[in-house]
T-cell receptor
Framework: KNEVEQSPQNLTAQEGEFITINCSYSVGISALHWLQQHPGGGIVSLFMLSSGKKKHGRLIATINIQEKHSSLHITASHPRDSAVYICAVEYGGATNKLIFGTGTLLAVQP | GAVVSQHPSRVICKSGTSVKIECRSLDFQATTMFWYRQFPKKSLMLMAT?????????EQGVEKDKFLINHASLTLSTLTVTSAHPEDSSFYIC???????????FGPGTRLLVL
């Protein structure tokens, strides 16, 4: 079993739909990251969370430390949101090492 | 937010040659830089952690003589793939942390193709 599990692995949505991607982890963490990777590979850091909720534009990320679970929500989805969304947890204290989930491939159709 | 750049973004080389990839933090001092490798449709795999001015710490299974890492300044780390072979073809990504940056910021990645 992976230490970081994401669901779903693949997601197809229609433009305008509300999207949720889930991440569960089994290790003690100091922070959780949500990353976006577009075709061609470049990675963009979306959020870093250690508690509660963060919002940036149409993106919302939440984390429940007790339940070891985080969600990434996209409101009013758009085809440009199509990408791989990766959850990564930070552990190891000062070394800031990350464990990555396998990613969720999102395709938003017009 | 913090900006991390990588150069080149894409490189094609012949088998047996060495390739150097640069990772730069543009607006903060990166005391720590991380190098990752990503195979198609797979997660990122940490290769090594480098702290400015000291030797890199390699993950298990990563050959330190094959993947030379230098972190000589607070804004630059380099990864040199020595005597590259086709199996080294991959997507290499760096990230950096330090200074005012509370966590890691990722570079855009370098796609290496060894013929």
């Amino acid at each position: 079993k992976n230490e970081v599990e994401q669901s779903p692995q693949n997601l197809t949505a229609q433009e305008g739909e509300f999207i949720t991607i889930n991440c569960s982890y089994s290790v003690g963490i100091s922070a959780l990251h949500w990353l976006q990777q577009h075709p061609g590979g470049g990675i963009v850091s979306l959020f870093m969370l250690s508690s509660g909720k963060k919002k940036h534009g149409r993106l919302i990320a939440t984390i429940n430390i007790q339940e070891k679970h985080s969600s990434l929500h996209i409101t009013a989805s758009h085809p440009r949101d199509s990408a791989v969304y990766i959850c990564a947890v930070e552990y190891g204290g000062a070394t800031n090492k990350l464990i990555f989930g396998t990613g969720t491939l999102l395709a938003v159709q017009p | 937010g913090a900006v991390v750049s990588q150069h080149p973004s894409r490189v094609i080389c012949k088998s047996g040659t060495s390739v150097k990839i640069e990772c730069r933090s543009l607006d903060f001092q990166a005391t720590t830089m991380f190098w990752y490798r990503q195979f198609p449709k797979k997660s990122l795999m940490l290769m090594a952690t480098s702290n400015e001015g000291s030797k890199a710490t390699y993950e298990q299974g990563v050959e330190k003589d094959k993947f030379l890492i230098n972190h000589a300044s607070l804004t630059l780390s380099t990864l040199t793939v020595t005597s590259a072979h086709p199996e080294d073809s991959s997507f290499y990504i760096c990230s950096a942390s330090g200074g005012w940056v509370e966590s890691q910021y990722f570079g855009p990645g370098t796609r290496l193709l060894v013929l």
